[in-house]
């Protein structure tokens, strides 16, 4: 069995439409909650990634798709299957967002935020940007720093939403505030930057 068929055949997903973003998450919990499983099944990811199969099995085993999994293992695991470089990588947009959805009824920023921005796109769940966004906001407010520049990209594309350069600006400032990743930071910036002139 090569290694992209383990996921396959080990999963089977139900449709994504009966999601109702208000089951997604009642309460976002704090991203520090998370602290040590993140970097645990970040680690487990890596591995994965480049075709460890004991790690990838212990990824599996913690994110348990047809239960309701660790959501840093589960997110971790939609990573792998979401990034064309790794071992695992499916391709398959519906299995992604089922896995960053699952993740994120249990309040998880990560998978908020990540399962936010594919509702925005429509990857993989039918397209709703309103709600997408809402989610996004919701990992935002959990702490995931990320988040905030994430939506602010949707907002000065203008691609799935309409543009909005104000409301990216302070989305932007509340990233920075909130401790997003610097690189994406100054990606999203320079974006701004280059149509609010």
Not at 81 to 109: H, I, K, M, W
């Amino acid at each position: 069995m090569t290694q992209g068929n383990i996921v396959e055949k080990l999963l089977l997903l139900p449709l994504l439409a009966g999601f109702a973003t208000q089951a997604l998450a009642q309460d976002v919990r704090p991203l520090s909650e998370f602290a040590e499983t993140r970097a645990a099944f970040t680690q487990e990811s890596d591995l994965a990634c480049a075709g460890d199969t004991e790690a990838f099995g212990r990824l599996l085993n913690a994110a348990d798709p047809a239960q309701q999994g660790d959501p840093a293992a589960l997110s971790a695991l939609a990573w792998l299957v979401a990034s064309e470089n790794c071992a695992y990588y499916t391709g398959d947009d519906e299995q992604v967002s089922y896995f960053y959805l699952r993740a994120a009824q249990e309040g998880y920023p990560v998978a908020l935020a990540y399962g936010g921005i594919r509702m925005i796109r429509g990857l993989g769940l039918p397209q709703n940007p309103d709600a997408g966004a809402g989610l996004v906001m919701l990992a935002l407010e959990g702490g995931f720093g990320d988040a905030g520049a994430m939506l602010a990209g949707e907002l000065i594309t203008g691609i799935y939403m309409p543009r909005n350069l104000e409301a990216a600006k302070n989305l932007l400032q509340a990233a920075e505030a909130t401790g997003a990743e610097g690189a994406l930071l100054n990606n999203v910036w320079a974006a701004y930057a280059a149509v609010s002139q």
